[in-house]
């Protein structure tokens, strides 16, 4: 609740440091409310990459044991969405998925894992992947090995980047506001 208090104060007092400059000092008071927008947006983007990390160790340490994982199912369904033509026109496409069930056995015992991936086909049926699951608790299952993050809070390190240019800009006189 704190994080989301500074958050909403700190981007009210920027909004209103940039929208509504003080007459004689327009370009500080600009130049404040740019950099502490800034400020705010390198924050939340330091936390997004500190939580994408913590994420990503606590799913390293569950998902320690692997397993063959088979298809015993795959459920039909059809995804419909407008594509825009190259001559202006407008066309219903209509794609057909599988959302595959998976079959597993740990210690004697088998699970089954309704996967959220959809596969483009029919033919993957009997197909076996590699399962990555919680030695503790068997029934917790992906499909997909844990994956460093790479490219997290990198959006708003952008959005920094831009108001750090602003605030700059503003500053030294070559941003104007009328």
């Known amino acids: 609740m704190k994080h989301i208090k500074i958050i909403v104060i700190g981007s009210v007092l920027a ?3 940039v929208a509504c400059p003080i007459e004689y000092t327009r370009d500080i008071t600009a130049g404040i409310g740019f950099l502490i927008g800034a400020v705010l947006t390198g924050w939340l983007g330091v936390r997004r990459q500190k939580g994408a990390q913590e994420e990503y160790v606590s799913e390293v340490r569950r998902y320690t044991a692997r397993t063959m994982m088979k298809i015993v199912h795959l459920e039909e369904s059809v995804i419909e969405r407008w594509e825009h033509e190259e001559n202006g026109s407008d066309r219903l496409r209509r794609e057909r998925v599988y959302q595959p069930t998976y079959e597993y056995t740990v ?15 029919k033919q993957d049926l009997g197909r076996q ?27 708003f390190f952008v959005w ?11 500053f030294t006189g070559q941003l104007s506001f009328s």
Not at 109 to 121: A, D, F, I
Not at 133 to 155: L, M, W
Request: no cysteine; glycine share 6%.
């Open 15 to 17: 909004i209103a440091l």
């Open 107 to 121: 210690n004697g015992k088998t699970y089954q894992y309704l996967s959220r991936q959809p596969l483009p086909s």
């Open 129 to 155: 992947v590699v399962g990555y699951y919680d030695p503790h608790q068997p029934d917790r299952i992906t499909e997909n090995q844990p994956r460093k993050p790479v490219f997290s809070g990198a959006y």
């Open 160 to 170: 920094t980047a831009f108001l750090l240019f602003f605030s700059i800009m503003s």
